[in-house]
């Protein structure tokens, strides 16, 4: 048989599933960038992929959900945190680094429900603090200190490594922890998931049970990754032990199956996503 085509990103928050899958049989490992992968799962260039749970949704074609891996939080993120410099019942622009956009979703809901505010969306590239405009040119603001905006979700490695000056921010929300207030539930940014086609090929249990099985494995040697894969990331050891240990989940829990529908109808009701049923492989 052809070997499965899986798409991922290599982060240090995706070590625990995708570490060792590249010496694994049967599989092609295809490194990407987060917000890439849905579209090579649509252009068939993919088979599986972890990405963002909305993408399942907002994807021109049907995707299904694997429970063989997931990455999310029961409480505190750590990288997916929301930056003010006012109050957050008082933002009234959200410039958003738009490398999860799950978080980008979660972050309105939240802002919605806890705040009672809607601030329209400013893409914005937080690493070279340049907003976005709709045409994918970048407007220049000038000094790299002084360009940090109003409101800012921040999300992902940069979160530690790049974080923005704390005196300029005095109201911070992780979107997790946040979450987890809301709703008593779990959350989960990305899942492994592939075309609802492909739910018919007859290598998907056998790969849904290897990526399964390497997320256990992973689990099992943590510290050795955080040993390997903390440095190149630029991440403190014992805060990336702490992230990946205790504020990260993987496992496809009920919990988190419930959590997963239960954000969407959410994001659904809210006009931020399409009204569709989530389809589980």
């Known amino acids: 048989m052809e070997p499965v085509r899986i798409a991922c990103v290599r982060y240090l928050n995706t070590a625990p599933l995708v570490e060792g899958l590249d010496k694994a049989q049967g599989v ?157 539930l779990p959350f989960v940014y990305a899942m492994w998931m592939c075309p609802v086609a492909f739910m018919q090929d007859p290598r998907l249990p056998i790969t849904a049970a290897l990526l399964d099985r390497q997320r256990r494995h992973n689990l099992t040697r943590l510290d050795w990754i955080v040993q390997c894969r903390a440095p190149e990331a630029r991440w403190p050891l014992p805060l990336a032990r702490t992230y990946l240990g205790e504020n990260l989940r993987y496992e496809v829990t009920p919990q988190a199956r419930e959590a997963v529908e239960r954000f969407l109808s959410i994001a659904a009701e809210l006009n931020l996503i399409a009204r569709r049923s989530v389809v589980w492989a």
């Open 28 to 184: 092609t490992l295809l490194p990407s960038v987060p917000s890439r992968i849905i579209d090579m799962l649509t252009g068939g260039l993919a088979d599986i992929g972890l990405a963002s749970v909305v993408d399942a949704i907002n994807a021109p074609g049907p995707m299904a959900l694997i429970p063989a891996g997931m990455i999310g939080c029961d409480g505190p993120t750590l990288t997916v945190r929301l930056f003010s410099s006012v109050p957050l019942d008082q933002v009234v622009t959200l410039h958003a680094d738009t490398d999860s956009h799950t978080s980008v979703i979660l972050a309105q809901v939240l802002l919605h429900h806890l705040y009672k505010v809607r601030p329209p969306l400013v893409p914005f590239d937080a690493r070279e603090r340049v907003e976005l405009s709709e045409q994918g040119a970048c407007v220049t603001p000038g000094d790299l200190h002084d360009a940090w905006p109003p409101t800012i979700l921040l999300i992902g490695d940069k979160v530690v490594t790049d974080a923005p000056p704390a005196d300029r921010y005095p109201h911070q929300l992780d979107l997790g922890e946040a979450w987890k207030t809301l709703t008593g």
